[in-house]
C-alpha cells in the first residue's frame, strides 16, 4: 500500500464539525422557541398576532437564499463587472487550471477576469459543473505564475468544498432572524390592528409581548448565528489554504501570494470599494481588511483568517512535505 | 468525494491509478494496425514537484534508476513553464514495453515516496507517415486515456483525435467527457 505524506487535520475538521452542528443548534433551538412564544404564549393570551408574520419571513428569508443560492455565479460576476475569458484569449491562466483539474480529477471551470486593479482572485456558482473562477486584472500582473497557481487552487478547492452551498445554507439562518426583527419592529410601529381584522382589535395588549418576545429571540439568533457563520467561514478558509497547498506541493508560493496580495490591499484606500462588501466571504483575501494591527474582537467578525495563522499552517504544510522520514 | 468530504473541507488528494498504462503496448500496436500512425518510442511522465528535501530526494533516486539500464538513452530532465517537471525516455519504436516499463518505475517511486498525488499524466509519442505528432495521455487521476494531436500554432487536430478513439476504443479506456481532453501544448515527446 502506497504511504501518504498528505496529513489530513482532524482539529481544523473537528472544530469546523463542531461550528456547523453549534449553527444547526441555534436553528434548531430558534425554531422551538419562536414556536413556544408565538403559539403556546399566544393561545394562553388570546392573541395569534405573529403565525402569519413568522410565515411570511420564512417564505422571504426562503427566496432571498434561493436567488442568492442559483445567481450566485451571476451575481458576483457582475458585481466586479468580470467577464468569462476563453482558452483563446487567455492561454496561460486557462493552461494553469488545466493542470489544476488534471491534478484534483475536477471539472474544468469557466474562467472569468475583472478589469479590476486591486489583486484579489474569488470562485462561485453552486455545483462545481457551473463554477467560475475570477481573478482580478491586479493579480495577473503582481504574481508570477507559481503563485498564481498557489491562488487558483485554493480558489479551486472553495468549488470542490461547495463553499458557495455551505455558506448559503449557514447563512439562511442570519437571514431570517434579521427579517423578523425587522419586520417584527416594523409591524409593531405601523401594525396596530391593521390588517388583521376585528380578531385582534379587542386583544391589542397582549399582542405587543409577544412580538417582542420574537424581536428579542430574532436579536439573539442573529448575533450569535452572524458570529458561528463568521468563523466558519475563517475555517473553510484555513481548509482551502490547506488543500490548495497539498494539492500544488508548493505552500511557499501560496504563502508568498498571500503576503503580497494583502500587503497590497492594505495599502490601497478602502473608500471606494463598498461595493465589494457582499463578495467578501468568497474572495482570497477581503477586500475591505483592516489595520495592519487588528485586534481579536475585529479578528472575531472577520471572514477571513488572520495573514499570521495562514501563514502558520501554510508553514506546517511545507514542513510536512519535506520531511525525509515520510511516515 | 464525498459528502461528508465537502462539508468538512477536507479534500484528500487523489491517489493516482497506475496499472492501467500496461494496456498501453497493446493498444500501439491497434493503432498501427488501424491508422498509420506508429510509436516513436519516446514517452514522458509530468509531475508537479512538490517543494522540500524529500521530493528533490525522489526526484534523484528515479533518474538514477532509470539511467542505469545498459544500451539506453539517459533520461531526459525538463521543466515547462507552468512548473512542472517531465521525465522523457527514448527506446527503440518496437520496444514500447520496456519504455512502459520505464514510465512506470517513475510512477511507482513517486507513489513509494509519498508523491503519487502530485502525478499528472503520461505521453506516449506517435507520429504518421506524413509525420503529424499525436500523444496519447494518460490521466492518472481519473484513470483514462485521450489522444491528442497539436497542430501548428497552438491548435488541435480534432478529427484526428475522434478517429484515434473510435480506433482505440476497444483497448483503452478513453476519458468519456471531451471537457477533460486537457490540452498539453509543448509537451516533451510528442
Same mark, same amino acid.
Not at chain 1, 464539525?17 to 449553527?23: N, Q, R
Not at chain 1, 382589535?201 to 397582549?206: L, S, Y
Given at each position: ?124 456558482? $453552486? ?106 467561514? $475563517?475555517? $473553510? ?91 | ?21 500496461? *494496456? ?51 533520461? @531526459? ?51 504518421? @507517415? ?28 480534432? *478529427?484526428? @483525435? ?24 509543448? *509537451?516533451?515527446?510528442?
Amino acid at each position: 500500500m502506497a504511504r501518504t505524506r498528505y496529513a489530513s487535520d482532524p482539529g481544523l475538521i473537528a472544530r469546523m464539525g463542531a461550528t456547523m452542528f453549534l449553527i444547526g443548534l441555534v436553528f434548531t433551538g430558534f425554531f422551538i422557541a419562536l414556536y413556544f412564544a408565538l403559539f403556546e404564549y399566544g393561545k394562553s393570551k388570546g392573541g395569534g398576532a405573529g403565525d402569519g408574520l413568522v410565515v411570511i419571513v420564512v417564505l422571504i428569508g426562503l427566496v432571498a437564499a434561493f436567488i442568492s443560492y442559483y445567481w450566485s455565479d451571476k451575481i458576483a460576476l457582475n458585481t466586479a463587472r468580470a467577464r468569462l475569458v476563453t482558452p483563446q484569449q487567455e492561454p496561460k491562466l486557462h493552461g494553469i487550471i488545466d493542470r489544476i483539474c488534471a491534478l484534483a480529477d475536477m471539472p474544468k471551470p469557466r474562467v472569468a477576469i475583472s478589469p479590476v486593479s486591486m489583486p484579489n482572485a474569488f470562485a462561485t456558482g $453552486r455545483s462545481s459543473k457551473v463554477a467560475v473562477v475570477c481573478v482580478t486584472e491586479g493579480l495577473l500582473q503582481r504574481l508570477d505564475d507559481k503563485e498564481l497557481e498557489g491562488v487558483l487552487a485554493h480558489e479551486m478547492s472553495h468549488v470542490a468544498h461547495k463553499d458557495v452551498a455551505v455558506m448559503t445554507i449557514a447563512s439562511f439562518l442570519g437571514i431570517i432572524a434579521a427579517l423578523l426583527v425587522r419586520f417584527a419592529f416594523y409591524s409593531e410601529l405601523f401594525g396596530g390592528g391593521r390588517g388583521r381584522g376585528g380578531g385582534r382589535g379587542g386583544n391589542n395588549g397582549n399582542a405587543l409581548p409577544v412580538i417582542l418576545i420574537v424581536m428579542v429571540i430574532g436579536m439573539v439568533v442573529y448575533a450569535i448565528s452572524f458570529l458561528l457563520i463568521r468563523l466558519l467561514s $475563517r475555517y $473553510r478558509e484555513l481548509s482551502a489554504d490547506r488543500s490548495g497547498a497539498l494539492l500544488t506541493g508548493q505552500p511557499s508560493a501560496l504563502a508568498s501570494a498571500l503576503v503580497k496580495v494583502t500587503g497590497d490591499i492594505a495599502r490601497i484606500p478602502t473608500r471606494d470599494l463598498r461595493q465589494a462588501e457582499p463578495l467578501n466571504a468568497f474572495y482570497f483575501t477581503p477586500a475591505l481588511s483592516g489595520q495592519k494591527g487588528q485586534t481579536s474582537l475585529s479578528n472575531l467578525f472577520s471572514t477571513h483568517p488572520s495573514l499570521e495563522k495562514r501563514l502558520a499552517q501554510l508553514d506546517k504544510i511545507s514542513k510536512q512535505l519535506g520531511s525525509s522520514a515520510g511516515s | 468525494m464525498g459528502f461528508l468530504d465537502a462539508l468538512l473541507g477536507r479534500t484528500k488528494p487523489v491517489p493516482p491509478n497506475l496499472d492501467a498504462l500496461f *494496456a498501453l503496448p497493446s493498444a500501439a500496436i491497434t493503432l498501427q494496425a488501424a491508422t498509420d500512425f506508429t510509436p516513436t518510442g519516446t514517452g514522458s511522465v509530468c509531475f508537479r514537484a512538490a517543494e522540500g528535501k524529500a521530493f528533490s530526494d525522489i526526484e534523484k533516486e528515479v533518474r538514477e534508476l532509470l539511467n542505469m539500464g545498459e544500451d539506453k538513452t539517459p533520461v @531526459e530532465v525538463s521543466a515547462d513553464s507552468y512548473g512542472f517537471t517531465w521525465l522523457v525516455c527514448h527506446h527503440s519504436a518496437n520496444d514500447i514495453e520496456g519504455l512502459v516499463t520505464d514510465l512506470h518505475a517513475v510512477n511507482s517511486s513517486l507513489e513509494n515516496g509519498g508523491f503519487g498525488p502530485q502525478l499528472l499524466c503520461t505521453i506516449l509519442g506517435f507520429r504518421d @507517415e506524413a509525420g503529424h505528432p499525436l500523444g496519447l495521455v494518460y490521466l492518472y487521476k481519473r484513470g483514462t486515456f485521450y489522444p491528442f494531436a497539436p497542430q501548428p500554432g497552438e491548435r488541435r487536430d480534432n *478529427a484526428t @483525435e475522434l478517429r484515434i478513439r473510435g480506433a482505440l476504443g476497444d483497448d483503452l479506456k478513453i476519458e468519456p467527457d471531451l471537457g477533460r481532453w486537457f490540452p498539453v501544448w509543448g *509537451a516533451p515527446g510528442v
